[in-house]
């Protein structure tokens, strides 16, 4: 049982604020992925949460009760670290025994701890090596290891995967999921991978620039963007986002062209939204364009990546800007070649000129 | 790039003269001790001759050897934990927990051993005298203590430094306060580099003559004081000079040689990944 509070928590270095006041909840037994670009702050927020770095102003709660000013080794929390942060003289045996050996714990109760989380991360004959006799990602599970053992109420990792492979870091998410439903413990992961990030979380916290952009399930963050940063940054490849201007809006949706008098699409819309000349961004993710012969946009085929399950066409349109339109299986269409493409509407993002998204008139039925 | 057995060759007789330029000044007093006075003075000077103990007698006769080796053990451990003890919290808190003002504290530090210790000479012979602490070992340990505190700061930081930050805030994660941090964490994956500095303390506080010669005279002179004693009132007898300069180089040439991989060690940790 443990929850995390975050209410107005601020981090400034000198004059530098790195987190601009942000507020969270983390409910019990969640999966929490903190996702962004580099200098966003995750980590940073992710080291306070963990008591490594001081809080600047706000108040941080653990079941409800404050510990700003509790020390890292009294929070009841554990951390997976980027570098693994193994201690380099011990075994793996002392390695995840250590947090037990600080806490007092007898020689026995510790061993079998030990085992235990040997046994569930499968690092039973590895027990008496040192760190650097062991691979990457049985370090790894020796740092996941050293987390286990302590029975913590928080886990945090701090992007636990980023030095691993690209095969064993898919291997590794996979492992991470089910940790996380073995042990029913809640989960604070930081990462600036949005593959990680829609595949592990329960909810999403997408932080810029020291604040967060959105908060949301990876679905709700995938088909209902709260503007034109998540939009970007949620999704691969990359939403398409086109400059255009509404050309008429009515009850039933938005004609917007991307250059005046050029061809039109209709997005729908509620009413009100936006008004008739207004300057907007469309949004269309790459799977919500496809090759139609009497599509309203042209263009020609730049690139073809075959992804073999996926095509990829990378299209200049005529107006000079670029899309990416992805297709399911093997498309026959080869570059240099021209195409036409239709959007699907529904499937549509539309941002006002500060970069919110207009409000959609159907929420989709798995972004809860 | 592989050498070849000519290049291999220079290098190695290069390597030797040097070794021998700078080793053949202890090499002489070695054999000049065991002349005699007038074989030692000979000109030209003898290499061949019939070796004597007479001026060890001589010298063991006339001070008490053992007193002044005793007093420089005692006062270079005594100023090498002393400054160990002040030293590693200092590096400590400059590595793991640096402000604005640690990189300027560090050079302050270094630039007090710019100055010349003769400079300072005056008041700290006046503070000895009030204190009552002339010729005393506590005066000469704290004083080596003083002297190398810069030095050791230094080496210990840049041990320390070697340490990723991680492992210690891990640590830290696992619930080790300061203490277990520095006993289970810091300790034994920086012993080499407090070993050597400890090593490089114990070398300076030994041959370290200055504050010796001019603070302590009879009752806590170390061995510094000892080969003094036999250069100045009687004239030149080089042969006894030489005998008592063997004598106290010798304990800390040896200890230097057997400790001379550890410290090479030390010196190098963390350079090599």
Same mark, same amino acid.
């Given at each position: 049982?443990?929850?995390?509070?975050?209410?107005?928590?601020?981090?400034?270095?000198?004059?530098?604020?790195?987190?601009?006041?942000?507020?969270?909840?983390?409910?019990?037994?969640?999966?929490?992925?903190?996702?962004?670009?580099?200098?966003?702050?995750?980590?940073?927020?992710?080291?306070?949460?963990?008591?490594?770095?001081?809080?600047?102003?706000?108040?941080?709660?653990?079941?409800?009760?404050?510990?700003?000013?509790?020390?890292?080794?009294?929070?009841?929390?554990?951390?997976?670290?980027?570098?693994?942060?193994?201690?380099?003289?011990?075994?793996?045996?002392?390695?995840?025994?250590?947090?037990?050996?600080?806490?007092?714990?007898?020689?026995?109760?510790?061993?079998?701890?030990?085992?235990?989380?040997?046994?569930?991360?499968?690092?039973?004959?590895?027990?008496?090596?040192?760190?650097?006799?062991?691979?990457?990602?049985?370090?790894?599970?020796?740092?996941?290891?050293?987390?286990?053992?302590?029975?913590?109420?928080?886990?945090?990792?701090?992007?636990?995967?980023?030095?691993?492979?690209?095969?064993?870091?898919?291997?590794?998410?996979?492992?991470?999921?089910?940790?996380?439903?073995?042990?029913?413990?809640?989960?604070?992961?930081?990462?600036?991978?949005?593959?990680?990030?829609?595949?592990?979380?329960?909810?999403?916290?997408?932080?810029?620039?020291?604040?967060?952009?959105?908060?949301?399930?990876?679905?709700?963050?995938?088909?209902?963007?709260?503007?034109?940063?998540?939009?970007?940054?949620?999704?691969?490849?990359?939403?398409?986002?086109?400059?255009?201007?509404?050309?008429?809006?009515?009850?039933?949706?938005?004609?917007?062209?991307?250059?005046?008098?050029?061809?039109?699409?209709?997005?729908?819309?509620?009413?009100?939204?936006?008004?008739?000349?207004?300057?907007?961004?469309?949004?269309?993710?790459?799977?919500?364009?496809?090759?139609?012969?009497?599509?309203?946009?042209?263009?020609?085929?730049?690139?073809?990546?075959?992804?073999?399950?996926?095509?990829?066409?990378?299209?200049?349109?005529?107006?000079?800007?670029?899309?990416?339109?992805?297709?399911?299986?093997?498309?026959?269409?080869?570059?240099?070649?021209?195409?036409?493409?239709?959007?699907?509407?529904?499937?549509?993002?539309?941002?006002?000129?500060?970069?919110?998204?207009?409000?959609?008139?159907?929420?989709?039925?798995?972004?809860? | 790039?592989?050498?070849?057995?000519?290049?291999?060759?220079?290098?190695?007789?290069?390597?030797?003269?040097?070794?021998? @330029?700078?080793?053949? =000044? /202890? $090499?002489?007093?070695? *054999?000049?001790? !065991?002349?005699? +006075? %007038?074989?030692?003075?000979?000109?030209?000077?003898?290499?061949?001759?019939?070796?004597?103990?007479?001026?060890?007698?001589?010298?063991?006769?006339?001070?008490?050897?053992?007193?002044?080796?005793?007093?420089?053990?005692?006062?270079?451990?005594?100023?090498?934990?002393?400054?160990?003890?002040?030293?590693?919290?200092?590096?400590?808190?400059?590595?793991?927990?640096?402000?604005?003002?640690?990189?300027?504290?560090?050079?302050?530090?270094?630039?007090?051993?710019?100055?010349?210790?003769?400079?300072?000479?005056?008041?700290?012979?006046?503070?000895?005298?009030?204190?009552?602490?002339?010729?005393?070992?506590?005066?000469?340990?704290?004083?080596?203590? @003083?002297?190398?505190? =810069? /030095? $050791?700061?230094?080496? *210990?930081?840049? !041990?320390?430094? +070697? %340490?990723?930050?991680?492992?210690?805030?891990?640590?830290?994660?696992?619930?080790?306060?300061?203490?277990?941090?520095?006993?289970?964490?810091?300790?034994?994956?920086?012993?080499?580099?407090?070993?050597?500095?400890?090593?490089?303390?114990?070398?300076?506080?030994?041959?370290?003559?200055?504050?010796?010669?001019?603070?302590?005279?009879?009752?806590?002179?170390?061995?510094?004081?000892?080969?003094?004693?036999?250069?100045?009132?009687?004239?030149?007898?080089?042969?006894?000079?030489?005998?008592?300069?063997?004598?106290?180089?010798?304990?800390?040439?040896?200890?230097?040689?057997?400790?001379?991989?550890?410290?090479?060690?030390?010196?190098?940790?963390?350079?090599?990944?």
């Amino acid at each position: 049982m443990a929850t995390l509070t975050l209410r107005n928590v601020r981090k400034s270095f000198g004059g530098f604020e790195a987190i601009k006041g942000i507020d969270l909840d983390v409910a019990d037994r969640e999966f929490v992925v903190f996702v962004g670009p580099s200098g966003c702050g995750k980590s940073t927020l992710l080291r306070m949460i963990a008591g490594l770095e001081e809080i600047t102003d706000g108040e941080l709660a653990i079941d409800g009760k404050r510990v700003n000013e509790t020390g890292p080794a009294d929070r009841g929390l554990a951390m997976v670290f980027q570098s693994y942060a193994l201690y380099p003289h011990m075994t793996v045996r002392q390695n995840m025994g250590f947090a037990l050996r600080m806490a007092g714990v007898p020689r026995a109760e510790r061993d079998r701890k030990v085992a235990e989380a040997a046994r569930i991360l499968q690092l039973e004959t590895y027990l008496d090596r040192r760190p650097k006799e062991l691979s990457g990602g049985q370090r790894q599970r020796v740092a996941i290891g050293r987390a286990i053992v302590r029975n913590p109420k928080v886990f945090l990792f701090d992007e636990p995967l980023s030095n691993l492979d690209a095969a064993l870091r898919g291997q590794m998410r996979v492992e991470l999921t089910k940790l996380h439903e073995d042990l029913n413990a809640t989960m604070v992961y930081v990462t600036h991978d949005q593959v990680e990030a829609m595949t592990l979380a329960d909810k999403i916290v997408v932080l810029q620039a020291g604040r967060v952009e959105q908060v949301g399930s990876p679905l709700e963050l995938y088909h209902h963007p709260a503007n034109l940063f998540v939009a970007g940054f949620i999704g691969s490849p990359r939403m398409n986002l086109l400059p255009a201007t509404v050309a008429e809006a009515n009850g039933a949706g938005l004609a917007l062209e991307l250059e005046p008098g050029g061809p039109r699409i209709t997005v729908p819309s509620q009413g009100g939204a936006a008004a008739a000349g207004q300057q907007v961004t469309l949004g269309i993710r790459p799977e919500a364009l496809r090759p139609a012969a009497d599509g309203p946009l042209y263009g020609e085929v730049r690139l073809v990546e075959r992804l073999g399950g996926l095509t990829l066409l990378h299209v200049a349109l005529a107006g000079g800007k670029a899309v990416v339109v992805q297709i399911e299986g093997s498309d026959p269409t080869r570059a240099h070649q021209p195409v036409r493409l239709a959007a699907d509407g529904a499937a549509c993002h539309v941002f006002d000129a500060g970069g919110r998204a207009l409000p959609a008139p159907e929420r989709h039925p798995l972004a809860a | 790039m592989r050498e070849t057995a000519a290049q291999r060759a220079v290098v190695t007789i290069l390597g030797w003269g040097v070794a021998l @330029l700078l080793f053949f =000044p /202890i $090499l002489w007093m070695f *054999l000049t001790s !065991f002349k005699a +006075e %007038v074989a030692a003075v000979a000109v030209p000077p003898q290499v061949l001759f019939e070796p004597t103990l007479e001026s060890y007698a001589e010298v063991q006769a006339r001070a008490e050897y053992l007193r002044f080796a005793l007093n420089s053990i005692v006062v270079s451990l005594g100023g090498t934990l002393l400054g160990l003890a002040f030293a590693v919290p200092a590096a400590y808190s400059m590595a793991f927990h640096p402000t604005e003002r640690t990189r300027g504290t560090l050079l302050w530090m270094l630039s007090t051993k710019m100055l010349p210790p003769v400079g300072v000479l005056v008041p700290i012979y006046l503070l000895f005298r009030t204190l009552g602490a002339l010729d005393t070992r506590t005066g000469l340990v704290v004083i080596y203590a @003083l002297m190398n505190l =810069p /030095i $050791l700061v230094w080496m *210990l930081f840049t !041990f320390f430094k +070697e %340490v990723p930050k991680e492992i210690l805030e891990a640590g830290r994660m696992d619930g080790a306060r300061t203490g277990g941090e520095f006993w289970h964490l810091l300790l034994p994956l920086t012993l080499p580099g407090i070993a050597s500095t400890g090593l490089l303390s114990l070398i300076l506080c030994w041959n370290e003559a200055f504050w010796s010669l001019n603070l302590t005279s009879s009752e806590a002179a170390p061995l510094t004081a000892f080969i003094a004693s036999f250069s100045s009132p009687q004239g030149l007898f080089f042969a006894k000079l030489s005998a008592a300069s063997t004598m106290a180089v010798a304990p800390i040439l040896v200890f230097g040689w057997l400790s001379q991989r550890q410290l090479v060690r030390g010196l190098t940790f963390g350079a090599v990944k």
